[in-house]
T-cell receptor
């Protein structure tokens, strides 16, 4: 089955710690994205990557970092510099430049203790 | 920059009724795509329907259809014969053609409740 997986489903972090959220896709999509969702709001773009070894900041990239070493994988690190990291994080991928349709993973709920 | 506005924070209808969710957007782009996504309590974002701006024909997917008015920058979603499983947050989203450049721009969502 083709799809997008995210792990873990729930993640707890102590203040001052870095944590990494995993995102893997087997849809053979070139583009991958990370979004953040807060209560009462739509999704906001953190980072995106159109090809391997290249990525661009989105609207709210401060306090986050990413890597794209493989086409299938786009991990997100939430650093201690992120002031309010408690949120729901969604990863997506798309056939960029074709239909531009993004498909989402099941999400990771990050809570700072 | 694009903006997407959903003016109905919450709607409630009876099962089997038809309901229309509103969405307006603002853009200077001529070629773009519009989407409706559904987010049930599981919080998985599920694609409901997609519309290409260059197509005049409104998209349909089974019980879901859109009313796309390009000049008015309006993109409403109609759900016919609503079912209990349609209860969810619904998000309208925009992306410029060929542009992962800014990702999807989302509205704030409409919470749709289907009453038995």
């Amino acid at each position: 089955d083709g799809g997008i997986t995210q792990s873990p489903k729930y993640l707890f972090r102590k203040e001052g710690q870095n944590v990494t959220l995993s995102c893997e896709q087997n849809l053979n999509h070139d583009a991958m994205y990370w979004y953040r969702q807060d209560p009462g709001q739509g999704l906001r773009l953190i980072y995106y990557s159109q090809i391997v070894n290249d990525f661009q900041k989105g609207d709210i990239a401060e306090g986050y970092s990413v890597s794209r070493e493989k086409k299938e994988s786009f991990p997100l690190t939430v650093t201690s510099a992120q002031k309010n990291p408690t949120a729901f994080y969604l990863c997506a991928s798309s056939d960029w430049g074709e239909t531009d349709t993004q498909y989402f993973g099941p999400g990771t709920r990050l809570t700072v203790l | 920059a694009q903006t997407v506005t959903q003016s109905q924070p919450e709607m409630s209808v009876q099962e089997a009724e038809t309901v229309t969710l509103s969405c307006t957007y603002d853009t200077s782009e001529n070629n773009y795509y519009l989407f409706w996504y559904k987010q049930p309590p599981s919080r998985q974002m599920i694609l409901v329907i997609r519309q290409e701006a260059y197509k005049q024909q409104n998209a349909t997917e089974n019980r879901f259809s859109v009313n796309f008015q390009k000049a008015a920058k309006s993109f409403s979603l109609k759900i016919s014969d609503s079912q209990l499983g349609d209860t969810a947050m619904y998000f309208c989203a925009f992306i410029a053609s060929g542009g992962g450049a800014d990702g999807l721009t989302f509205g704030k969502g409409t919470h749709l409740i289907i009453q038995p």
